[in-house]
């Protein structure tokens, strides 16, 4: 084999550095989008906020509210100042106050030991469970990151945190946490629970009662019973309280709103985008004859780099805009009447109708919310393919999930509904579906099979 060189011409694709940004600007949703404009701020000086448009956008919404609280009180016909005798101050009522689990361990806990160690110890237990109460981290792991040789004494610590409030705290999996609930709830029956929970977990979950009945010695109706009284254990202990991992708060990237004449509006929220432009003193710099070459290239970067920024902001706004224009055309009667009366829409419809490509709606959807008279959802919580049905034309399969919920929701629970008695509702009612598209939209829905759902 010989080495040797040779030049060869070939043609690649590259993205401009302004196709490439207007991308990345066009998937952050609102909050990454404030913290980009911050850092482009402080990054470029010939980037800033426009102070006039600025304020005259501040007036602007000022009015917009006046208005909306004008209309508020001609609907209420009454003024500002008037309220019921009954009512109270808004002043006088009092603020409810959402209690972290956390927070209610850690109070438990400081009542109950006092050694500062001890302390230290069931801190550190409390600060390892997870979101629904379980601990899953080992004795030795605690043991180890704290530094104690002292193995037994983390052990009686952990023994003392699952005597807290809410019952099943930090429990290592469900069986253990159902078995520290079986004294408390099960009163004379706790002896079959036990021995349910520890041994016949997983034929409990399918409801194979009589094989239960049969390896336990006792009814099937003794063991069904018990069934019940298990099936009103908490499996997750920190259900009821405030996450220990605080959620993130979504801020909806578009409004649509209903005005005093029932119509319908979108509304791009713009909250934390303020206007910008170049500043023009650094274009009068570049007409100077005393500035070195270096400054001059200088500024033409950073002022080629502000121009692509305002653009890509403005081309985000544009195509979020024509997006949810097109989803409130389609859509109308979902925003009137709810999820049944959503209708399919793909990608590519939205594409055609707003003049872009599939990938760019695709990225314009990606994590951004909208906020609507039934809630807020994601962008993408809109776009379903369609099932055939009879006189409505094709039927959102989103609507057909939302309606198979409603059927179970409603069912019998001594008689629940099979795949087969799902398919045969919708076909009644015109919609052609079927029965392994019920059973996989089931199994979406975390709905269980007929057999496991009767009681």
């Known amino acids: 084999m010989n080495i040797s060189t040779s030049v060869q011409q070939t043609q690649k694709q590259f993205l401009a550095p302004a196709m ?23 990054n470029n000086p010939l980037l800033e906020i426009d102070e006039e448009k600025l304020k005259l956008a501040e007036a602007q919404s000022t009015d917009e509210m006046l208005k909306m609280l004008d209309f508020s009180r001609q609907s209420w016909n009454l003024p500002f100042s008037n309220h019921s005798s009954d009512d109270e101050m808004v002043e006088d009522r009092p603020i409810r106050m959402e209690t972290c689990l956390e927070d209610e361990l850690l109070q438990q806990l400081r009542i109950e030991l006092y050694d500062p160690l001890d302390i230290r110890i069931g801190e550190m237990i409390i600060g390892s469970l997870n979101e629904d109460g379980y601990l899953n981290v080992t004795c030795e792991e605690i043991a180890d990151t704290l530094g104690i040789d002292n193995l037994l004494r983390v052990e009686y610590i952990l023994t003392v945190v699952r005597n807290f409030d809410p019952v099943g ?41 009589l094989k239960i009945a049969k390896k336990c010695g006792v009814s099937a109706e003794a063991v069904k019973k018990t069934a019940r009284l298990i099936a009103l254990f908490e499996p997750k202990p920190a259900r009821n309280y405030r996450p220990i991992k605080t959620s993130l708060y979504i801020r909806p990237d578009i409004f649509v709103k209903k005005d005093g004449n029932d119509q319908y509006h ?38 080629k780099n502000a121009l692509f920024y305002i653009k890509s902001i403005e081309q985000r706004g544009s195509t979020i805009t024509g997006i949810s224009k097109y989803i409130l055309e389609k859509q109308r009667d979902f925003f009137e009447n709810g999820h049944r009366s959503l209708v399919p829409m793909t990608l590519k419809d939205i594409a055609h109708a707003i003049d872009r490509n599939e990938s760019t709606v695709s990225r314009a959807i990606s994590n951004k919310y909208i906020d609507t008279p039934q809630g807020t959802f994601p962008l993408k919580f809109f776009f379903s393919q369609g099932v055939p049905g009879n006189s409505k034309g094709y039927v959102a399969s989103r609507s057909i999930k939302e309606e198979v919920k409603e059927l179970t929701d409603s069912e019998d629970k001594s008689s629940p509904l099979s795949d087969q008695d799902i398919q045969n509702h919708f076909n009644k009612n015109g919609t052609t579906i079927a029965r392994r598209t019920i059973s996989k939209y089931r199994q979406a829905l975390k709905i269980l099979p007929s057999h496991l759902r009767k009681i």
Not at 20 to 42: A, F, G, K
Not at 271 to 277: A, Q, V
């Open 20 to 42: 490439r940004q207007s991308i990345e600007m066009l998937l952050l949703p609102l909050t990454e989008l404030n913290l980009s404009i911050d850092q482009e701020l402080q």
């Open 266 to 303: 979108v509304e791009v929220n713009r909250d934390g985008i303020p206007p910008l432009r170049v500043n023009g003193q650094y274009r009068k710099m570049l007409r100077k004859n005393n500035l070195g070459e270096k400054e001059k290239k200088f500024i033409r970067e950073k002022l």
């Open 169 to 209: 705290i930090a429990s290592r999996d469900l069986k253990e946490c159902l078995l520290s609930q079986v004294k408390l709830r099960c009163n004379g029956n706790s002896g079959l629970a036990r021995k349910i929970v520890e041994n016949y977990l997983p034929e409990l979950g399918r409801k194979k009662f």
